[in-house]
């Protein structure tokens, strides 16, 4: 991995034509360098993060991981879809509150004689108790291949009905139903299935009966190999062998929308339920859709010290580019006409617990993490937590979509961790950004390294490298102002923009006013900001002679090496 060199329209005559290159949506943040205590340089023979994964990996594994779905009853999520089930379904005169007792009493009354007719433990989750912690005794006694393994009660916050009560003028009762937030009980089933392994169902106890399931696609995987008697050695959710890389990597594409459905459909069925069959017959049924998703890459090493040196590598990365432990950029928000901008913001963190170092993304409410997983691989994951974030909907039918794009994210970052770290230009690629360029008739002005409107303008660009969604002129230029120290108009962005478009360093999504950093644009900005905030800026007080500023032991060598060379001349007699 040597230089990087411009792209091949750039190079040659200054006659160069305009550079177009394939849509790069890269994203993340970047700041000043913040002043910090840093670790010890890596010695010259540290691997870089390119050999890294190109050369200590021997697994590599897309699968989806944790998968929580939320259900609701379409017809029962208004007050008039309420009243409509109680008075016209029910075939009550008034739709009373009285009504949910009985249905909530004959509901729970089900779930303990269910727990005693099959010997299933039933117990109370106390406040802060640590529920996976307390199923995994029980699970661990389990040998059945499938059924319920424990059922647990907690009281949990919910968005169910409370009714209003009103009076007419000829002293006739009515009621009115609003969605609030209440303390109720949910009933936990915790499962082993025979297609999913582990998992569990959640139920509200009121109406409208919201449901969550849990499962876990690295699980689901799992149970596909042992059908297949295809050997693995298992990781907590994950792998870290297989005989056949190949079956496994098609198990876990195989995981789809149906796989999902047929899941509930069959413990819906077997489980004690809220409503009648003929209340589901009739149309008052669950819908199940996404509510959360992790979509991983992991990768596993040769060696446990190869994935020490990768994140050695990215963390120190991190921490020049001014994004130490637990500091929080936030972007500014996104202002549309139809749309409140999100409560959110973007941040990127390093944080670590331990002696186990991680790297933390964050955009609107999904999360981008990456961490050393079990002291055996690099587990690169993005959590969906709404699919709203990047444009999708919620239903099942959207999952390969949703697979997609975190398998896209998870390759980016990687992709940019590995040109950041690497990202040197070559001789005659630099010199070109130096001088301005023709396009026929057209002058691209150059992009001087020396420039401080240049140096702020690929500071800020560096910090858009994560970003899914691009970044846009008004993104940009607040950052530009702040990393410059003065102020930055919307007429210098907008030329500034211009030339780096013309240049090969971003690219504009058609029809949109957003850019995307090109790979090229990632080692050209990474370039600038590393060379300046890592050599220029530190040792920049070196060039005024006795400067207060130069450390004590700097300067006395620095006075040592000028009186030596002083020698060398006199004896030569070219003392000037």
Not at 187 to 199: R, T
Not at 400 to 414: H, K, S, W, Y
């Amino acid at each position: 991995m040597g230089s990087f060199a411009a792209p091949a329209n750039l190079q040659g005559s200054a006659a160069a034509r305009p550079f177009d290159v394939g849509t790069g949506a890269m994203t993340g943040v970047l700041a000043r360098s913040t002043i910090i205590d840093l670790p010890a340089k890596e010695g010259p023979m540290t691997p870089n993060i390119d050999s890294i994964i190109r050369d200590h990996v021997t697994l590599t594994v897309r699968c989806l991981d944790r998968i929580y779905l939320q259900g609701y009853m379409p017809k029962l999520q208004t007050s008039g879809g309420l009243c409509y089930f109680l008075r016209d379904h029910l075939g009550h005169p008034i739709p009373s509150p009285a009504l949910f007792r009985p249905m909530h009493d004959g509901f729970v009354n089900a779930i303990k004689a269910y727990a005693a007719d099959h010997a299933v433990p039933l117990i109370e989750f106390k406040a802060g108790q640590d529920k996976d912690a307390i199923v995994a005794t029980y699970r661990a006694t389990v040998t059945a291949r499938e059924g319920v393994v424990i059922i647990g009660v907690a009281q949990e916050k919910a968005r169910a009905f409370k009714a209003h009560k009103r009076c007419g003028p000829q002293g006739g009762v009515t009621f009115d139903f609003t969605r609030q937030s209440v303390a109720v009980n949910h009933y936990y089933f915790y499962v082993q299935d025979e297609a999913w392994g582990p998992a569990f169902i959640k139920i509200g106890t009121y109406v409208p009966y919201p449901i969550k399931i849990c499962l876990n696609g690295h699980e689901w995987v799992k149970q596909q190999l042992r059908r297949q008697r295809i050997q693995f050695e298992s990781l907590d959710n994950g792998f870290l062998a297989c005989a056949d890389p190949r079956t496994l990597q098609a198990a876990c594409d195989a995981l789809g929308p149906r796989d999902l459905q047929t899941f509930f459909d069959r413990w819906s069925r077997r489980l004690p339920w809220p409503l009648r069959p003929e209340d589901r017959a009739a149309g008052f049924d669950h819908r199940i859709t996404l509510c959360q998703l992790e979509i991983s890459l992991t990768q596993i090493f040769d060696r446990p010290i190869q994935g020490r040196h990768f994140f050695e590598a990215v963390i120190r990365d991190n921490l020049d580019l001014g994004r130490p432990d637990r500091v929080r950029l936030l972007f500014p928000r996104r202002l549309t006409a139809r749309t409140p901008p999100p409560a959110y913001g973007y941040r990127t963190r390093v944080i670590t617990d331990g002696v186990e170092p991680s790297l933390h993304i964050e955009y609107k409410r999904s999360h981008l993490k990456q961490y050393f997983k079990e002291g055996h691989g690099l587990r690169s994951e993005l959590t969906i937590n709404n699919p709203n974030d990047f444009d999708f909907t919620k239903g099942l039918d959207q999952l390969p979509a949703l697979r997609a794009l975190g398998d896209d994210v998870n390759r980016t970052l990687l992709n940019v961790e590995r040109v950041s770290h690497h990202c040197t230009l070559t001789t005659d690629a630099l010199d070109r950004l130096q001088r301005p360029l023709h396009l026929g008739r057209v002058r691209i002005s150059a992009l001087r390294f020396g420039d401080p409107r240049i140096q702020a303008l690929c500071q800020a660009l560096s910090g858009f490298a994560h970003v899914p969604a691009g970044v846009r002129h008004r993104d940009l230029r607040p950052r530009g102002a702040a990393l410059l120290g003065r102020p930055y108009s919307a007429a210098q962005m907008s030329y500034d923009l211009r030339r780096l478009r013309l240049r090969g360093v971003i690219e504009r999504s058609v029809g949109t006013h957003r850019y995307h950093v090109t790979p090229y644009g990632v080692r050209v900005t990474f370039f600038y900001s590393k060379l300046y905030l890592r050599i220029f800026r530190p040792h920049a007080p070196a060039l005024e002679p006795f400067s207060d500023a130069i450390p004590r032991p700097v300067r006395t060598a620095l006075l040592d090496l000028n009186a030596a060379i002083d020698r060398v001349y006199q004896e030569a007699a070219l003392a000037a």
